[in-house]
């Protein structure tokens, strides 16, 4: 089976992103026969990003932090979606295909309007360039969060069309939603996400991630008071980081009363460090391999473009192009 990701350079990611897409893509590469393969979307990005220099550097930025989170280039097929333009070429076929209904009723769409983001194409035709991406692969399996799961509709329904219409050609792909995962909040309790502007970032220096840690929101029960673990941010965000064991611990340490919710941060926050001491040095050393960048990408071309250019060919003749 091949799977598929999409990741939108769209920013500092935190670790809310990390263990909610980060991790379980990278567990996925070391414990599966499927064959992976995942990549930068910059052209989506080009819909919320309108600063040259601040794309370009979410996308190096994007590709290091993969890496130096785990990610192997080596033993998945990973790449960036601009490199490979025979995704464009395929997206115009898809568009003269694409009934004006199926993105009509689009709810990504509908959403960002109602939300004032500023309404232009790109950001209407979005699901048909993300056909594109799936199409271009024969990806099988697509795993999305909720959100995702109308774009990977719309995908399936634009293969079964041109399959119909042109003649075999393209796998029909099933979205994998990710349900089980946790959200993480954030340091004000809603999920943690950019646009709430509460997140304690992957990759930062250890005082703004102590700064972030030490102003999680909690109730105001005094140091020796009786507290819930299961109502309390701080705790949420240290049971992804521990053992059931250290959680059990941390969790008597609550509800026996006697520790105040600054140890409990101060607890937390030596657990974040460790956790992430590591891919912080591996970034570290990253940054200094000036070529890596150039050699990802161009190891990304080499997979993926014969590939997509024997399937952009086929499609080209079916259609009466070639
Ligand atoms: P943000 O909400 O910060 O803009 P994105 O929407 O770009 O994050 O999400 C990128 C990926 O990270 C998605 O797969 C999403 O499910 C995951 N993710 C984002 N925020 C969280 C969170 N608080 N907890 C778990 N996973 C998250
Ligand atoms: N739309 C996805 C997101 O915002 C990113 C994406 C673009 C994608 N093309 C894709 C994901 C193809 C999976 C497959 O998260």
């Known amino acids: 089976m091949r799977v598929l990701t999409g990741i939108q350079p769209s920013g500092t990611l935190h670790i809310g992103n990390y263990f909610g897409a980060m991790k379980p893509m990278i567990d996925m590469m070391n414990n599966t026969d499927n ?92 699901p048909v360039l993300m056909a594109a991406d799936i199409l271009m692969v024969q990806a099988d399996i697509v795993p999305v969060g909720k959100d995702q ?39 004000d309790g809603r999920k943690m996400s950019k646009s709430y502007k509460n997140t304690i970032p992957l990759f930062a220096e250890e005082s703004v991630i102590k700064k972030q840690i030490m102003s999680i929101v909690t109730s105001s029960l005094g140091v020796d008071e009786k507290k819930d673990p299961d109502s309390c941010n701080v705790f949420a965000l240290y049971k992804v980081f521990a053992s059931e064991e250290e959680q059990a611990t941390l969790a008597k340490k609550y509800t026996d009363g006697g520790m105040g919710y600054g ?14 001491t590591p891919m912080w040095e591996k970034r570290k050393e990253l940054i200094h391999q000036p070529d890596l960048i150039k050699n990802i990408r161009k190891s990304g071309v080499e997979k993926v473009r014969p590939f997509a250019q024997k399937v952009i060919n086929q499609a080209k003749e079916k259609v009466g192009i070639l």
């Open 35 to 126: 064959e992976i393969f995942c990549f930068i979307a910059d052209y989506h990005a080009l819909t919320s990003i309108r600063d040259p220099k601040q794309l370009r550097e979410n996308i190096t930025n994007t590709i290091l932090d993969w890496v130096a989170c785990g990610l192997d280039p080596d033993k998945i097929t990973f790449y960036v979606q601009s490199d490979i333009p025979e995704v464009q070429e395929l997206a115009w076929l898809l568009h003269t295909i694409c009934p004006m209904g199926l993105l009509e009723r689009g709810v990504a769409y509908r959403d960002k309007v109602e939300n004032g983001v500023n309404a232009h194409s790109g950001l209407f035709n979005y």
């Open 263 to 276: 140890e409990a941060k101060k607890i937390l926050l030596e657990k974040v460090i460790k956790y992430f």
């Open 149 to 187: 799961k109308q774009h990977i509709e719309i995908a399936r329904d634009l293969a079964i069309k041109f399959n119909y219409e042109y003649g075999e050609l393209f796998t029909l792909p099933e979205g994998k939603i990710e349900k089980s995962l946790a959200t993480l909040p954030g340091i």
